[in-house]
Structures are given as C-alpha cells and as structure tokens.
C-alpha cells in the first residue's frame, strides 16, 4: 500500500504552479500525526501480497517539518516490528534546505530522495523562485550535487506546463549530461492544456523518444519516466533497501 504523507503546506519557494494551497506556517500535529498511523495500519493487510508499507514524504516542503519525519519514521518502524511490512520511505523535496546532517538521516534510514528540478537555470527558475522572488536554481543545483556525494542515488522530478514544454526535450538531455537518473516528468495538470499543447505534447513525447532510443543505442541506459514515476519511486526504494 501506497501513502503520501504531507507533513506541512509551509514552503520556502513560491512556485507559478504550486499545488500546496494556503500556507500555513505549521507542520502536522501530533493528533494528526497519530492518526495518520493508525489509518497506514489499518488501510494495510497483514500478509497480503500487497502488504508492503510505501510511504512517502510530502508538502510543501516537508523538511521543513524534519523533526516530525524523524519522529514518525520511528514510529512507523517500531509499530511495524508486530506486522512486519517491508518498509518503503521515499521524501520528495524541493532541494534548497538540505545539508550534510540531513543527508545522513536518509542515508540511515535508507529513504530515498527525489528532488524537484525543472531544467536550467532559465527552465527553473522562471517557475521556481525563493519566495523574494530570487531563482533557486543555484542552490537546488549546488545541493544536488552534495546529495549525490551522499547517496547513492538520487531522482529527480520535473514538472513542466505548456510555456516550458517546447525545451523539455532540451531539459531532459541538461539533466542526463549533469548525471541525473531516473528522471520523472510531470505535466502540470492544473495548467491550461488547450489543444495545441496538447498536439504539442504528444510531439515532445516523440522527440523524447528518439533522444532515448539515440542515447540507449550509445549506450547510455537510463530510466524516464513519463507517466508513472509513483510506481517507479516505490519499486527504486525498495531495490535500494
Ligand atoms: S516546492 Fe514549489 S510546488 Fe512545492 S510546495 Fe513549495 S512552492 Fe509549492
């Protein structure tokens, strides 16, 4: 069973496209955060074939809330001990507050990380800014860098909407030459896709493609992930675990 938990809807950026809501300087409250628990046990059959617990850290930006994930991946693991699931975590973040501190936790605790970014600098941070309206591109790209010292991998998330949707092909070959993979690419679904993105789209996904086909026929092997990265997150976690 899959959960997306989101820990907070308080968040350092302030993206054109943010999904989060109203945000509330607040993270989870413990009542929450037990009930929470009690739902992810009850929703999960014991010894089920199904019975793996995938649980996924989410926001907002859900490091801001890292004493309360602390917390709960405890939790979880020491509840688990009388049901025995495979644990599965997974944090999707927006990348500007990690540091070496953090990195180790998920290290330890084997979650895996997947952080937003949304090409280069110009891709990025037209659509994803520090809430004084400054790129975070530099940071995210710098932070990047220090989890991939840290981790053994490290996904990443693009969202891309119909403005940014002619350079998506040129995104995803930035991104493969920086060394990323598996890639996960996620259309913007609150934008206006009117017709012509729609026929646009359908063209990109081609180009995309043919970049794969070219790449893997050089052998260069990587993951993609164009419709389904939910899955895929889950299935990476627990190969790394
Ligand atoms: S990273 Fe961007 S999209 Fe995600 S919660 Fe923050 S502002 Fe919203």
Same mark, same amino acid.
């Given at each position: 069973? +899959?959960?997306?938990?989101?820990?907070?809807?308080?968040?350092?950026?302030?993206?054109?496209?943010?999904?989060? &809501?109203? +945000?509330? #300087?607040? &993270?989870?409250?413990?009542?929450?955060?037990?009930?929470?628990?009690?739902?992810?046990?009850?929703?999960?059959?014991?010894?089920?074939?199904?019975?793996?617990?995938? !649980?996924?850290?989410?926001?907002?930006?859900?490091?801001?809330? !890292?004493?309360?994930?602390?917390?709960?991946?405890?939790?979880?693991?020491?509840?688990?001990?009388?049901?025995?699931?495979?644990?599965?975590?997974?944090?999707?973040?927006?990348?500007?507050?990690?540091?070496?501190?953090?990195?180790?936790?998920?290290?330890?605790?084997?979650?895996?990380?997947?952080?937003?970014?949304?090409?280069?600098?110009?891709?990025?941070?037209?659509?994803?800014?520090?809430?004084?309206?400054?790129?975070?591109?530099?940071?995210?790209?710098?932070?990047? !860098?220090?989890? #991939?010292?840290?981790?053994?991998?490290?996904?990443?998330?693009?969202?891309?909407?119909?403005?940014?949707?002619?350079?998506?092909?040129?995104?995803?070959?930035?991104?493969?030459?920086?060394?990323?993979?598996?890639?996960?690419?996620?259309?913007?679904?609150?934008?206006?896709?009117?017709?012509?993105?729609?026929?646009?789209?359908?063209?990109?996904?081609?180009?995309?493609?043919?970049?794969?086909?070219?790449?893997?026929?050089?052998?260069?092997?990587?993951?993609?992930?164009? !419709?389904?990265?939910?899955?895929?997150?889950?299935?990476?976690?627990?190969?790394?675990?």
């Amino acid at each position: 069973m +899959k959960f997306s938990i989101a820990l907070t809807h308080d968040c350092n950026l302030a993206c054109r496209y943010c999904y989060a &809501g109203r +945000k509330f #300087r607040r &993270g989870m409250s413990a009542t929450t955060a037990a009930r929470v628990m009690d739902f992810v046990f009850r929703q999960t059959p014991a010894r089920h074939r199904l019975g793996i617990l995938d !649980l996924g850290f989410f926001g907002g930006e859900p490091l801001l809330q !890292l004493p309360l994930m602390h917390r709960l991946v405890g939790d979880i693991q020491e509840r688990n001990r009388e049901h025995g699931h495979p644990l599965v975590f997974h944090v999707t973040s927006n990348g500007t507050l990690l540091n070496e501190e953090i990195l180790a936790f998920l290290r330890q605790q084997r979650i895996e990380l997947c952080i937003s970014i949304d090409g280069p600098p110009k891709i990025h941070d037209r659509n994803r800014p520090f809430r004084n309206g400054r790129g975070s591109f530099d940071r995210v790209s710098a932070n990047l !860098l220090l989890a #991939r010292e840290h981790l053994q991998r490290v996904q990443v998330n693009v969202v891309y909407r119909p403005g940014t949707l002619p350079h998506l092909s040129d995104t995803v070959a930035f991104l493969l030459d920086a060394g990323l993979d598996p890639i996960n690419l996620n259309a913007d679904i609150k934008a206006c896709w009117d017709e012509k993105s729609v026929q646009a789209l359908h063209e990109v996904y081609w180009q995309l493609a043919e970049q794969f086909i070219a790449r893997y026929r050089a052998g260069h092997e990587y993951a993609l992930n164009m !419709l389904d990265n939910r899955a895929l997150i889950s299935r990476a976690s627990l190969c790394a675990g």
